[in-house]
């Protein structure tokens, strides 16, 4: 029964993931169509901002303020400040008064270890008018300040200032360093130095960029692949949308019956890294709307658009910001906190969930364990070999029961094959007889069927961890694997993982069809094999130990069985 469950299963597998090579779905279309599906560019430097911009619901904008001045013209140089911090250097630009990169410190994501400035910039667009945390004013009683109309200072070295006068509105974009990693707290300020009110409607954008040459595709291609997705975190649930999907549809992103309510968090990702805005958690449900577009070839943005504020004469509004800029390590995501938030009344932000796992149930009690093994051996190939043998042994009992079974069934094959025989033309009755001949000998059928159907959610929710576990990223095992979270480059442990899988059906019992058998022990080898040439090389770590545990547990049956333990 064990075999026919695993050879169902890998049958399964195998169909879905030939059709998933075979048919990996549209391409995107080229580029030139791509280009003439974005929207249009941002206006030249020194063009002036319009008035208007399109609301969320595509109504046209309010027009500014009776007679408020003209807004200011973009026309000043560009300037660029620096904010660093042991894991991140921050670089800001005057043009529009945005990040522009953020380049990782760390030993972990430098491209070259005796190069400290090749640190993984984790700013995909290179573009500043796409650059993240953009800020705009449409439907506001002033127009937006355009990308060369600001002015950048620092004021201390872990603050920078960039500021720029709308008519009578002068406006202020602070970012400073956070004592937390990977952290920035950013306050955009409005302040209003005319006689009359006006109207402020702030919209806050990050933008986000797929790699060309690592897009989505079939399962083939996710052990390579580095999707982005731009996010929003709405009403307690993630809506995540593939930037490289708007090549086909810039406008077919987060529709506003899902963006519209309590926005907790914004962000663009990639496979290990995440940038997001978190603003302050809202009091009242005040129907912040968050919205997705394509930009261009390969680019996308999401935006949060807040209700509208009125700002009475001389004096401001402001708009606080919690910014993460970095790495997805789980701890560093689950303790961020909106603005406002203190130690003794904390926020639950939920910004973990911009990590996309399957089965997370399984999956993070996975990574936790692996944790705690790294914390003793500092090794994460090792601390995969000690997960699995934690695993098998936790499995050990089901397993060894479905062994003993096997065993007994190999016993009994003379008995069965007599039965098949003697009933050969009355199927039911041979069922019959069949399954009082397991039940005088103790022996259960189904009892193989459950190690294997505890092992594949394990192997899907490792595969899943493997897969986004920044923890893993890049970190080395022996020899030829510098990266457990990448494919081996030269396939060895795929295939040292096939044979040893062939040796271990090999040792198995033969069962009531050995014809069956030798088929399954040659298949079964090569399906996986394959499978694990184009999966992360942990989990080829984790089969081949978990392989190599089997065969022991096998050896120890073999020998109770000599040693006459084994009856029937």
């Known amino acids: 029964m064990e075999k026919r469950v695993v050879l169902a299963i890998g ?35 020194g063009t002036p901002a319009p008035t208007t911009a399109p609301s969320p619901s595509g109504t046209a904008a309010a027009p500014a303020a009776p007679g408020a001045a003209p807004g200011p013209t973009g026309n000043k140089p560009e300037q660029v400040l620096e904010l660093e911090t042991p894991e991140v250097r921050y670089v800001f630009s005057s043009l529009g008064g945005n990040l522009v990169h953020a380049k ?19 700013v995909r667009t290179t573009d500043p008018a796409h650059a993240p945390f953009g800020t705009k004013f449409p439907e506001s009683g002033f127009p ?45 300020v409005v302040s209003n130095r005319g006689d009359a009110a006006i109207s402020s409607h702030l919209t806050l954008s990050v933008s986000g960029q797929q790699d060309p040459d690592k897009r989505g595709g079939g399962f083939f291609s996710q052990g390579s692949s580095n999707i982005s997705s731009a996010l929003c975190y709405v009403n307690g649930d993630v809506e995540r949308k593939a930037i490289e999907s708007f090549s086909k549809d810039p406008k077919d992103g987060i529709k506003e019956e899902k963006g519209k309510g309590t926005v907790a968090w914004i ?90 796992v399957t089965l997370g149930m399984l999956a993070g009690p996975l990574l936790s364990l692996m944790k705690f093994f790294h914390g003793f051996v500092h090794n994460w190939g090792l601390a995969i070999i000690l997960l699995t043998l934690f695993i098998r042994l936790v499995t050990f009992y089901p397993a060894q029961r479905s062994l003993l079974s096997a065993k007994k069934m190999q016993k ?11 009933y050969e033309n009355d199927r039911q009755k041979q069922s019959v007889e069949t399954m009082n001949l397991y039940k005088a000998h103790g022996v259960s059928p189904f009892g193989g069927c459950l190690p294997s159907l505890i092992q594949m959610p394990i192997w899907i929710a490792l595969y899943s961890t493997l897969n986004y576990a920044t923890e893993l990223y890049r970190a080395p095992f022996i020899f030829h694997l510098h990266d457990l979270t990448a494919k081996d480059p030269y396939y060895i442990t795929p295939l040292v993982m096939g044979g040893v899988m062939f040796g271990q059906m090999k040792m198995s019992p033969a069962g009531a069809d050995p014809q069956q058998q030798a088929m399954m022990s040659v298949m079964m080898p090569i399906m996986f094999t ?23 547990q096998q050896l120890y049956v073999n020998y109770l069985d000599r040693k006459g333990k084994i009856t029937i």
């Not at 990782?104 to 640190?119: M, V």
């Not at 009994?412 to 003697?422: G, Q």
């Open 144 to 188: 937006s300040p355009p990308d060369g109309a600001w002015d950048a200072s620092k004021p201390s070295p872990d603050t920078v200032v960039f500021s720029a006068d709308s008519g009578n509105v002068h406006i202020e974009k602070r970012y400073r360093v956070d004592k937390k990693r990977y952290r920035l707290q950013l306050e955009v």
């Open 267 to 356: 962000g663009t990702d990639e496979k290990f890294f995440v940038m997001a805005a978190v603003p302050p958690p809202e009091t009242t449900a005040t129907n912040r709307i968050c919205r997705t577009e394509g930009l261009g070839p390969d680019l996308g943005q999401v935006t949060l658009w807040f209700p509208d504020r009125v700002v009475a004469p001389k004096t401001d509004v402001s708009y606080p910001f919690a910014l993460f800029v970095g790495p997805k390590f789980m701890d560093d995501l689950e303790a961020v906190q909106p603005p406002g938030a203190t130690a003794a009344a904390p926020v639950e932000v939920n910004l973990q969930k911009a990590v996309d």
């Open 530 to 552: 394959g499978f694990s040439l184009f999966l992360p090389s942990g989990l080829a770590v984790y089969m081949l130990t978990s392989y190599l545990f089997g065969i022991v």
């Open 104 to 122: 990782l410190r760390e030993k972990q994501f430098l491209d070259d270890t005796k190069d400290p400035n090749s640190g993984h910039d984790v």
């Open 11 to 45: 049958l399964s597998i195998g169909v879905l993931l030939l059709w998933s090579y075979l048919f990996p779905g549209p391409k995107p279309p080229p580029p030139q169509q791509q280009q003439q599906q974005a929207q249009p560019t941002a206006p030249a430097p």
């Open 412 to 422: 009994l094959a003379p008995k069965m094959a007599a039965i098949r025989k003697k």
